[in-house]
């Protein structure tokens, strides 16, 4: 397989490594929404943003275990969403051990040790501030 950054120019390569460390910061907190979702439509939508999204930054196999787990919570098959969702679970380990990000979800606990990310909120602050200085 070849490398995400491979044919591009060193300084756009750079910058994607970042962005792909910044990706990879969000997957516990990604994961956090997916294993509490409140219902099957927050579930199904968490599922369609990791599986769209994972393969932009070279996390393929990340973004069919996020497309299978969406496809069973569909069908409303139980048994096949808790595999596909401990599948989905191995995967965003392996992503973040893939890319020397150390481990983001402590291994004793699905989703309680979330660490924080910085987003954007609608107003346009990047850390919940809602543009506050």
Same mark, same amino acid.
């Given at each position: 397989?070849?490398s995400p &950054? %491979?044919?591009?120019?060193? @300084?756009?390569?750079?910058?994607?490594v /970042? $962005?792909r460390?910044?990706y990879? /910061?969000?997957l !516990?907190? *990604?994961? /956090?929404? =997916?294993?509490?979702a !409140?219902?099957?439509e927050?579930? $199904?939508?968490a $599922?369609h943003r990791?599986?769209g999204?994972?393969?932009?930054?070279g996390? @393929? !196999?990340?973004?069919?275990c996020?497309?299978?787990? %969406?496809? #069973?919570a #569909?069908?409303?098959?139980?048994a096949g969403l808790d595999?596909?969702?401990? %599948? $989905? @679970? /191995?995967? =965003?380990r392996?992503?973040? &051990?893939?890319?020397?990000?150390g481990h =983001?979800?402590?291994a004793?606990? *699905?989703?309680?040790?979330?660490? !924080?990310?910085r987003? *954007?909120t609608? @107003?346009?602050s990047d850390?919940g501030?809602?543009?506050k200085?």
């Amino acid at each position: 397989m070849a490398s995400p &950054t %491979e044919g591009l120019p060193a @300084e756009i390569g750079v910058q994607f490594v /970042a $962005l792909r460390q910044r990706y990879v /910061a969000g997957l !516990p907190l *990604r994961w /956090a929404e =997916i294993h509490s979702a !409140p219902d099957n439509e927050t579930l $199904l939508a968490a $599922l369609h943003r990791l599986s769209g999204s994972a393969a932009s930054f070279g996390f @393929e !196999p990340l973004g069919r275990c996020a497309r299978e787990a %969406e496809t #069973r919570a #569909r069908q409303g098959a139980r048994a096949g969403l808790d595999g596909a969702l401990a %599948e $989905l @679970e /191995a995967e =965003i380990r392996r992503a973040a &051990t893939s890319s020397h990000c150390g481990h =983001i979800l402590d291994a004793s606990s *699905r989703c309680n040790t979330v660490q !924080p990310m910085r987003t *954007r909120t609608k @107003e346009g602050s990047d850390d919940g501030t809602q543009g506050k200085n």
